[in-house]
């Protein structure tokens, strides 16, 4: 710190000649690299990976240390993302387009932040007369499809996710690394 530094409530330096100094030292060893990724919503069509009829994602982070990833789901008219149950949290931000679940009565509209809290069973839908949707999604843990009873049909993992963008990435051409750079 410089003889001008003051430090506010906060314990922010405040010293305009020193603020902008760049951190000195390494990051830790054991932390990951970050990831960045220009284009999120791609414009290369290819890299949508298809999930369920009119239904894709695009995967961001692939969290395999602690078992989450972060997506954009994309939904185009009359898509069904089919009925599942969440034992953790997940959080949504739609980024382009509305849906609703049937299990609501309500709608999430373009810009608006959904939490789904643990516990909940759900099954995403867009309506026909709408184009499609965009959503970022953060899903923790594990997705459960079940039958409208609530009956285990099938689930997926951040592991199962990466399977199924690496078979897909592979299948295009791009690689079965490609997946790889969105991996943690
Ligand atoms: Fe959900």
Redesign the pocket.
């Known amino acids: 710190m410089s003889d001008n530094t003051t430090v506010n409530h906060a314990g922010l330096e405040t010293d305009p000649d020193t603020k902008r100094i760049p951190y000195r030292h390494p990051q830790p060893k054991e932390s990951f690299p970050e990831i960045v990724i220009p284009n999120a919503i791609p414009t290369d069509e290819r890299l949508w990976v298809p999930q369920q009829e009119n239904v894709w994602f695009r995967p961001l982070c692939l969290s395999a240390s602690r078992g989450y990833w972060m997506n954009l789901l994309r939904v185009r008219k009359s898509g069904v993302l089919s009925r ?1 149950r ?1 034992p953790q949290p ?1 959080h949504g931000w739609v980024l382009k387009g509305s849906w609703h679940y049937l299990e609501h009565d309500w709608t999430a509209e373009e810009g608006s932040y959904v939490y ?1 809290a643990p516990g ?1 069973t ?1 099954t ?1 839908v867009v309506e026909p007369h709408l184009t499609e949707m965009i959503t970022l999604f953060q899903a923790n843990g594990v ?1 459960i499809y079940v039958d409208p009873d609530g009956a285990v049909q099938g689930y997926e993992d951040v592991f199962t996710k990466i399977d199924l963008c690496r078979k897909h990435y592979t299948e295009i051409g791009l690689g079965e690394g490609y997946i790889d750079q969105f991996i943690r």
Do not use: F, Q, S
């Open positions: 599942h969440h997940v789904e909940e759900h995403l997705m």
